[in-house]
């Protein structure tokens, strides 16, 4: 693949609008309005992974928090914040947390190199590991203990989600909310449901228990 200077991307853009706009005119003021997205999607920030493509959704029907690994920690103020939006002001119905098979901040996770400061944040993967250990340890084959640490990690974390203030919250004050989760593939650009939904704070009680 031949690569892009910067300046190329200015002529990408416009080519991009113009033939946005002839294949209909009242996109961008359409778009210019309000967003009103029914879906928040929590994904990792692996340039394979684009949440609007994978999904086939135009702009401004999905609102995006990306990361290394998918990752949903309660001392992250920014996770927290696009979360905090997307529920109390964009009244979004749907949170789902994707993971993907083959994610490289699991993978340094599992092998625990020295990868700098970002070793900091892998430490809440490995977290996720020593909780589910037992269960990985058994997994003799490593592609196989490797997908199903990505699985696991995606289930922790709609965990985290459903257990923030805000989420809490607005299952008590009855709003329609529901948490999924994912993995997606990057070999055939499937989805798969992990059958991890909760909708309300009793279920997220009972996925608890099943999961640890």
């Known amino acids: 693949m031949p690569k892009q200077k910067i300046e190329d991307l200015f002529q990408k853009n416009r080519d991009w ?37 994978i999904i086939d959704l135009l702009p401004g029907e999905v609102f995006v928090h990306r990361n290394i690994a998918n990752m949903v920690v309660h001392t992250d103020l920014n996770c927290l914040s696009v979360i905090q939006y997307a529920v109390d002001v ?14 490289g901040g699991i993978k340094a996770a599992m092998d625990k190199g020295d990868n700098g400061m970002i070793d900091n944040w892998l430490c809440h993967i490995r977290d996720v590991y ?4 037992k269960e990985l340890n058994q997994i003799k084959d490593e592609q196989k203990r490797f997908d199903r640490l990505c699985e696991l990690n995606v289930i922790e974390q709609v965990w985290n ?26 070999d055939n650009g499937h989805i798969t449901d992990l059958k991890v939904t909760v909708s309300n704070a009793q279920q997220a009680i009972e996925n608890l228990d099943k999961v640890k």
């Open 130 to 133: 020593r909780f589910h250990h």
């Open 161 to 186: 989600v459903c257990q923030t203030t805000i989420v809490q919250n607005a299952w008590k004050k009855d709003q329609e909310l529901h948490v999924h989760g994912w993995c997606y593939s990057i």
């Open 90 to 103: 964009l009244k979004v119905k749907h949170i789902m947390v994707v993971g993907h098979y083959g994610c």
């Open 17 to 53: 609008a113009e033939k946005v706009s002839a294949e209909d005119p009242a996109f961008f003021s359409t778009l210019s309005e309000q967003q009103q997205p029914e879906y928040l999607w929590i994904g990792c920030a692996d340039s394979r992974v684009p949440a609007n493509q």
